[in-house]
């Protein structure tokens, strides 16, 4: 067997002696507070059956690009019912969320461009900003004088602005201030990207997400939606303009160069917007985020969300590592979130909520945390 590099053997033995090395688990607790599985879609069957329903062709897989073989009727319906349901003139499917945001920041932003970033968004984003030439300023989290200051300084100064956020931030499951966000663009004109990755099936009318319940989609210049979250299936679209749909063809790496999606893909993504649109999952999942905050609202340890997101703080890896096996020593699937993945000091427990949890199964695992 080939030698392998000192220099990162180094860093394999340096994560282990701070408690931060990752390992790949195949077995679980069964009462699941970590998946993003919100609705039940995947656990419960529901999607199966219905993507069963579904007469295949005789492809097991999608042959070729989408620009080359890989493109048919299926896609191109199912996009253009995307776009419906988001309210937006296109979609463009992408294998996941990582390719769809990595494909956009690293095409669209141009050299004598800008981009303004939240701190905390996804590292998708961060290595799509990473492969393009504008310009790159971070504001600190949710700090919209700070993203003011930013404009005021320099929106005289680039070509275009890009604003990127997240709807609900996957490590702390609170909200972008999106309403402030779009009420600069009266004073300095930017282009709003917003990633709903968290916000799908849990806000706006009928799951469509935060911006659809804050009435902003004609606001944002992209939102990138995945489905491998509260949909319950694989993939990822970006939803905007025509011309940016065209662009992305002609110009997104992530969505030129990859053999696209699979026809049971594509079946499964149209199939979880129809269960979506019937779905009573969200009512129950909006019950159980409310009693879950009713119930933590004087433990300021948790991190504020009307999202199905909750993080608890505990700093160091070591203690939120302990907590995380105590809980799963009791059948509790809750998982820790060590730093570097967020800050030092900050480490947390990430509890997801879902359709499917209880009352009786929030109230024992609060009762875990505290003891």
């Not at 911006?211 to 992209?222: M, P, Q, R, S, Y």
């Not at 999952?281 to 909006?286: A, D, F, P, Q, T």
């Amino acid at each position: 067997m080939a030698s392998f590099p000192e220099k990162l053997l180094n860093k394999l033995h340096e994560v282990k002696s701070q408690n931060k090395f990752r390992t790949l688990k195949t077995v679980y607790p069964t009462i699941d507070f970590s998946s993003n599985d919100y609705l039940g879609f995947s656990s419960s069957g529901v999607l199966q059956q219905h993507v069963a329903s579904f007469t295949p062709s005789v492809n097991s897989g999608s042959t070729g690009s989408r620009l080359i073989s890989g493109n048919s009727v299926l896609f191109n319906d199912t996009e253009h019912d995307i776009a419906q349901f988001h309210h937006a003139e296109s979609a463009l499917i992408f294998n996941s969320g990582f390719d769809a945001n990595l494909g956009l920041l690293s095409s669209v932003p141009q050299k004598g461009d800008l981009i303004l970033s939240d701190e905390l968004i996804h590292a998708s984003l961060i290595d799509g900003i990473r492969l393009s030439y504008a310009t790159h300023y971070k504001f600190s989290h949710n700090n919209i004088s700070q993203l003011k200051d930013l404009l005021e300084r320099h929106h005289s100064s680039f070509n275009e602005i890009y604003i990127v956020v997240e709807s609900v931030y996957s490590m702390d499951g609170d909200s972008a201030p999106l309403r402030e966000i779009i009420a600069l663009s009266n004073h300095y004109h930017f282009h709003l990207i917003v990633d709903e990755a968290h916000a799908i099936g849990i806000f706006g009318e009928q799951g469509r997400g935060l911006c659809n319940e804050l009435n902003i989609e004609d606001k944002c210049f992209a939102r990138i939606y995945t489905y491998g979250k509260a949909m319950g299936c694989h993939g990822a679209a970006i939803v905007g303009s025509k011309q940016l749909k065209d662009y992305l063809i002609n110009f997104s790496r992530s969505f030129i160069y990859t053999t696209a999606l699979p026809e049971h893909s594509v079946v499964s993504i149209k199939k979880a917007y129809e269960l979506l649109i019937n779905s009573k999952e969200i009512s129950r999942l909006k019950e159980l985020i409310s009693y879950f905050n009713s119930q933590t609202q004087a433990d300021n340890s948790f991190i504020k969300s009307n999202s199905a997101i909750h993080c608890k703080v505990v700093p160091g890896n070591t203690q939120v590592s302990e907590l995380e096996q105590k809980l799963s020593a009791s059948n509790f699937f809750v998982k820790s979130i060590k730093s570097p993945t967020v800050k030092e000091n900050q480490e947390r427990l990430r509890i997801c909520l879902h359709s499917f949890n209880t009352f009786e199964e929030i109230n024992q695992l609060l009762q875990l945390i505290a003891s």
